[in-house]
């Protein structure tokens, strides 16, 4: 017998002993009693109709690097990560949005440098994004950029270009991020991505 199913009888259970109280009992505060068993009886009972659903975390995108053939491989990937491990979507949106937690992504791998990019997803909080498209005073959003190369989220290297690639790709934007800057497991990691000095700082304004 599943849960589901004891919590129903249990429900059955209160809801029958309520009756019987209205029933046979004429005390008036043990009516009561019995008339709200009755009602926590029936909102138990409605509860357990509504179909239960597990609620399980997003699928890992496995990143296979014998499968990167070309840059489109990687933004393949990037664009599954973007989705499910990255948790990207949570707070970004790709075209404008009111209830946007965070800056709209669509277009960006157009407007920023992949050294910007990779810096605001591996240093967030370097620059703070205003967003200048609305009238009066940039508007703020109320979500703090993770660091998605540190735990939780903890995308590698390969990931975090991959997913530049898809933003560029998303974009309109050749791909500049190369299958040969990916680093193979076992051997020694290649020199980290330079920070540009300059960039768009137009749209950004310093931490």
């Known amino acids: 017998m599943s849960e589901v199913v004891k919590l129903q009888l249990i429900g059955l259970a209160v809801v029958g002993s309520g009756a019987l109280i209205l029933l046979l009992v004429r005390a008036q505060f043990v009516r009561v009693i019995g008339f709200v068993a009755i009602v926590l009886g029936l909102f138990t009972l409605t509860a357990l109709s509504v179909p239960q659903m597990a609620s399980l975390p997003p699928v890992e995108e496995k990143f296979d690097i ?34 946007a937690r965070c800056p709209d992504l669509k277009g960006i791998g157009a407007k920023l440098s992949r050294e910007f ?85 137009a749209v950004a304004q310093a931490h």
């Open 117 to 201: 990019l990779f810096e605001s997803l591996t240093q967030p909080q370097a620059y703070i994004y205003l967003d200048y498209r609305h009238e009066g005073q940039p508007k703020e959003y109320p979500a703090r950029m993770p660091y998605i190369n540190k735990n939780p989220i903890g995308l590698s290297k390969n990931e975090i270009l991959s997913v530049i690639a898809f933003l560029q790709q998303m974009s309109g934007e050749p791909i500049s991020v190369s299958v040969a800057e990916l680093e193979v497991p076992g051997q020694a990691p290649a020199a980290p991505v330079k920070v540009a000095q300059s960039g768009p700082v």
């Open 66 to 99: 014998a499968t990167v053939k070309t840059p489109t491989d990687m933004a393949t990937i990037g664009q599954k990560i973007f989705f499910s491990k990255g948790q990207c979507a949570l707070c970004h949106t790709i075209g404008p949005s009111e209830s």
